[in-house]
């Protein structure tokens, strides 16, 4: 299933990163040395990693606005981080900068200025309406996805699959059995990492992959939900 467009609190949940890098090439964050993959999906380049960087804190604990770039790890274990990215609260994968948002289909689809976030030099957090561009460009459906903030459900064809890792869990990073419709035609290779909630506690591992957008509305931000 795919989920593109619900608005909810501040759970711990991945980042994908939009970039300028050739894509296709193996991107290295100068911060920590960490290594992605990248992938060309229409005239974006994404990262085909989930971000992995910051300092371990316990999912008991709140992220905060200081001069360490926190992460949760599933479990509390680096090791998922290693395998499967990062989760952080929204406020800290955007640097605690403001909301923003696309105006349209491209090139208005991002930011006036995008925003880093916690994101590596040249990459930014994806605005609504690029991850929008995102959806048009890998299914068979791209009219369920209009650029438009009142439209959320459960919304195309096969986008979902296209976008989502092949491998059934065993060992991560998966996706649990049976993983209908999984292709990753993309190249976006989504991988189900789920999310820490905001009592602590962590959920949905092998099952749900949620991802952040840089636009906020009222008290809540946009995610994406891959299921």
Same mark, same amino acid.
């Given at each position: 299933?795919?989920?593109?467009?619900?608005?909810?609190?501040?759970?711990?949940?991945?980042?994908?990163?939009?970039?300028?890098?050739?894509?296709?090439?193996?991107?290295?964050?100068?911060?920590?040395?960490?290594?992605?993959?990248?992938?060309?999906?229409?005239?974006?380049?994404?990262?085909?990693?989930?971000?992995?960087?910051?300092?371990?804190?316990?999912?008991?604990?709140?992220?905060?606005?200081?001069?360490?770039?926190?992460?949760?790890?599933?479990?509390?274990?680096?090791?998922?981080?290693?395998?499967?990215?990062?989760?952080?609260?929204?406020?800290?994968?955007?640097?605690?900068?403001?909301?923003?948002?696309?105006?349209?289909?491209?090139?208005?689809?991002?930011?006036?200025?995008?925003?880093?976030?916690?994101?590596? +030099? *040249? @990459?930014?957090?994806?605005?609504?309406?690029?991850?929008?561009?995102?959806?048009?460009?890998? /299914? $068979?459906? =791209?009219?369920?996805?209009?650029?438009?903030?009142?439209? +959320? *459900? @459960?919304?195309?064809?096969?986008?979902?699959?296209?976008?989502?890792?092949?491998?059934?869990? /065993? $060992?991560? =990073?998966?996706?649990?059995?049976?993983?209908?419709?999984? +292709?990753?035609?993309?190249?976006?290779?989504?991988?189900?990492?789920?999310?820490?909630?905001?009592?602590?506690?962590?959920?949905?591992?092998?099952?749900?992959?949620?991802?952040?957008?840089?636009?906020?509305?009222?008290?809540?931000?946009?995610?994406?939900?891959?299921?």
């Amino acid at each position: 299933g795919y989920y593109p467009s619900i608005a909810i609190g501040q759970d711990g949940l991945l980042v994908a990163a939009l970039g300028v890098s050739v894509c296709g090439n193996t991107l290295i964050d100068s911060r920590d040395g960490k290594t992605y993959d990248t992938v060309e999906i229409g005239s974006q380049c994404w990262m085909a990693d989930n971000l992995n960087v910051g300092t371990l804190l316990a999912g008991a604990s709140s992220q905060t606005n200081n001069a360490t770039i926190e992460k949760y790890c599933f479990s509390d274990t680096e090791a998922n981080c290693t395998s499967d990215g990062g989760l952080y609260q929204w406020d800290e994968a955007m640097n605690y900068s403001a909301s923003c948002n696309g105006t349209g289909g491209p090139p208005s689809d991002k930011c006036a200025a995008p925003v880093t976030g916690i994101c590596p +030099t *040249g @990459w930014h957090m994806p605005s609504h309406y690029e991850w929008t561009t995102l959806e048009k460009n890998v /299914g $068979s459906n =791209p009219g369920a996805f209009p650029y438009d903030t009142t439209i +959320t *459900g @459960w919304l195309g064809t096969d986008e979902g699959g296209n976008l989502k890792g092949t491998t059934v869990c /065993g $060992s991560f =990073p998966c996706w649990n059995s049976p993983n209908t419709g999984a +292709t990753n035609f993309s190249g976006f290779t989504a991988w189900a990492a789920g999310y820490r909630h905001t009592d602590g506690s962590f959920f949905s591992r092998g099952a749900d992959a949620l991802f952040w957008t840089s636009l906020e509305s009222g008290t809540n931000a946009w995610n994406r939900n891959l299921n």
